[in-house]
């Protein structure tokens, strides 16, 4: 470990029995523009770098900084050892040893890095132009921008363990305004990847530009309970919710809506949700922020809960072993999946307008913090979307609320699609087809 011997023996001479050093480095460029004009350019690096330690009284204490001298690591000695002191959780704490193996998986692209800032900001003006001439009815094209983003997590303790892992991406994203007969809507779209080889400039031209004008020529919606489709976004919305009740310290405070539920039927059987940390992706994982060896892992099979997702200390107090999906820099983890992948079906998106025949077809929804409980799972959400009629794609609407319950939209769950998303907050999700949906607009 070399530089990080003397830090070590020092925290054992202040009576911490075991210490562990988490580093977080990163690296992001981010460029927009506007009217073909450059309007932000940032390059930023940061460090942070968290010390947790296990003090002689069994309590552990943490503290960070953001710059790594012998006068920041006697800091981080000092006040782990006073927080120690006054801490008052009684809840089982550990510096991990070391997972007997581990899978690595490269997430780092070294070509992104070689590509020039003159090729990247070149694309980010030529996406703006093919915006405007996709379309007559663009009248505008908003911010166009370009974001790079590069993490490097470096792990070690004071019992041995020294992981290191590097991860890299890049977007492409742009905002679009339509008008046509004195009616504006705006649209988004973005494209998201490692490789910039595979980035098409008029694919997602094309994508922007059809995000706004598709929403021309609203017409009202009749409130009511409508079968529906619910887009890769919207999936994508209330998935990331309905799994983070799987959380065994929400089920251990009594706060989730799956608890007593492993094993247990709680979706259709249509519906399969797996943590997938060893993908072949910019999300990939193969350790968690304690150290531990991450695996891929059903957690609802066929509608079945297979698991909770644990951490060192959730897992100890249930007494089972770690799901290894420990997230987090400080002395008290949090758990969540590194990929969540919900499985796709084999119908395209036009089968599962025609097996609806009328119905509606939610493409976002919005307000999830204020318009979900999250002890009932009951939601009345602002959405977006458009009428099926006669089994295809008809009118957007205009100005829609959707309603129901979280519990309910994967238990009625009639088919999956197959056209997979993937979005930069970690999830891939298909469209799916429900039984049920309130929907009310104006």
């Known amino acids: 470990m070399g530089k990080y011997d003397k830090f070590f023996a020092s925290a054992k001479a202040a009576g911490i029995k075991e210490i562990e050093l988490y580093i977080g480095e990163s690296h992001g460029i981010d460029i927009s523009i506007f009217h ?16 947790r330690g296990i003090f002689e009284n069994a309590k552990c204490g943490s503290a960070s900084c953001d710059t790594w001298n012998k006068e920041k690591a006697d800091y981080l000695i000092r006040e782990i050892v006073n927080n120690a002191k006054v801490i008052e959780n009684e809840d089982p704490v550990f510096i991990f040893k070391g997972s007997e193996k581990y899978h690595k998986v490269n997430t780092f692209n070294k070509d992104l890095e070689k590509v020039s800032i003159e090729t990247k900001i070149a694309k980010l003006k030529e996406l703006e132009t093919a915006i405007k001439a996709e379309d007559p009815r663009v009248s505008e094209v908003g911010t166009s921008s370009y974001s790079e983003s590069f993490q490097k997590t470096t792990i070690l303790n004071s019992n041995g363990l020294n992981l290191v892992q590097k991860s890299n991406y890049f977007y492409y994203a742009a905002e679009v305004v339509a008008t046509e007969n004195g009616q504006s809507k705006s649209g988004f779209d973005l494209f998201f990847d490692s490789d910039f080889s595979k980035f098409d400039v008029k694919a997602l031209a094309k994508k922007c530009a059809e995000e706004a004008t598709s929403q021309l020529g609203c017409v009202s919606c009749p409130a009511k309970k409508y079968k529906a489709v619910l887009s890769q976004d919207s999936v994508n919305s209330l998935i990331s919710v309905y799994i983070s009740h799987t959380d065994a310290e929400q089920v251990q405070k009594k706060s989730s809506l799956f608890i007593g539920q492993v094993g247990k039927q709680i979706a259709s059987k249509k519906l399969t949700v797996e943590d997938k940390p060893l993908a072949k992706n910019a999300f990939a994982r193969w350790f968690d922020d304690e150290g531990v060896a991450t695996y891929n892992k059903s957690i609802i099979k066929n509608g079945v809960l297979q698991t909770y997702l644990y951490n ?5 107090k249930d007494g089972v072993t770690t ?13 969540g999946p590194f990929f969540l992948s919900v499985k796709p079906g084999k119908k395209s998106l036009d089968e599962l307008f025609a097996k609806v025949g009328n119905g509606v077809y939610i493409t976002g929804v919005t307000g999830l913090h204020s318009g979900m409980n999250p002890q009932s799972g009951d939601f009345s959400l602002q ?4 009428e ?22 994967f238990k009625d769950i009639v088919d999956v699609g197959n056209d997979v998303k993937v979005s930069p907050s970690g999830i891939s999700t298909p469209s799916i087809s429900i039984k049920k949906l309130g929907v009310s607009g104006q």
Do not use: H
Not at 312 to 316: G, K, S, V
Not at 392 to 404: A, E, H, M, R, Y
């Open 36 to 51: 073909g004009e450059i309007d932000n350019y940032s390059d930023n690096n940061g460090m942070t770098i968290v010390a």
């Open 312 to 316: 060192l200390t959730t897992a100890a």
């Open 323 to 335: 799901t290894g999906n420990a997230q987090g820099a400080g002395s008290k983890k949090s758990t």
């Open 383 to 386: 959405a977006s979307g458009f």
């Open 388 to 409: 099926i009629k006669d089994g295809k794609k008809g009118k957007p609407f205009d100005l829609i609320t959707v309603s129901g319950n979280l519990l309910d939209v």
